[in-house]
């Protein structure tokens, strides 16, 4: 089994660029096709980017593609997601998730989940 931790969220100011990163401990990242997912106060959980296995193939939300990118090492069995251009709609708390096989973008299909990393922007 397979633990996830988030960090990198906090408060940064509208036009700001972060980078996540979500470390995984107790078996190979590299097993797992990595996803990230966010939840703003009051919405339903919503799917970000996913990357496969091997890192070749990536996928994103239509609305996150541009200023969302994901990368993995893992080397360091973490996955990042970089955000550029950061908005106050895209506050929220962020989370990755682990699971095997193909990307999907389902939330319920992924196996493991990290805790969150909180993100705010001010306007």
């Known amino acids: 089994q397979v633990q996830l931790v988030e960090s990198g969220g906090g408060l940064v100011q509208a036009g700001g660029s972060l980078r996540l990163s979500c470390k995984t401990s107790g078996r190979a990242v590299s097993v797992y096709v990595m996803g990230w997912f966010r939840q703003a106060p009051e919405k339903e959980r919503e799917f970000v980017a996913a990357i496969s296995r091997s890192g070749e193939s990536t996928r994103y939300a239509d609305s996150m593609k541009g200023r969302f990118t994901i990368s993995r090492d893992d080397a360091k069995n973490t996955v990042y997601l970089r955000i550029n251009s950061l908005k106050p709609e895209d506050t929220a708390v962020y989370y990755c998730?682990?699971?095997?096989?193909?990307?999907?973008?389902?939330?319920?299909?992924?196996?493991?989940w990290g805790q969150g990393t909180q993100v705010t922007v001010s306007s």
């Open positions: 998730a682990a699971k095997f096989t193909a990307i999907v973008t389902g939330s319920s299909n992924y196996d493991y």
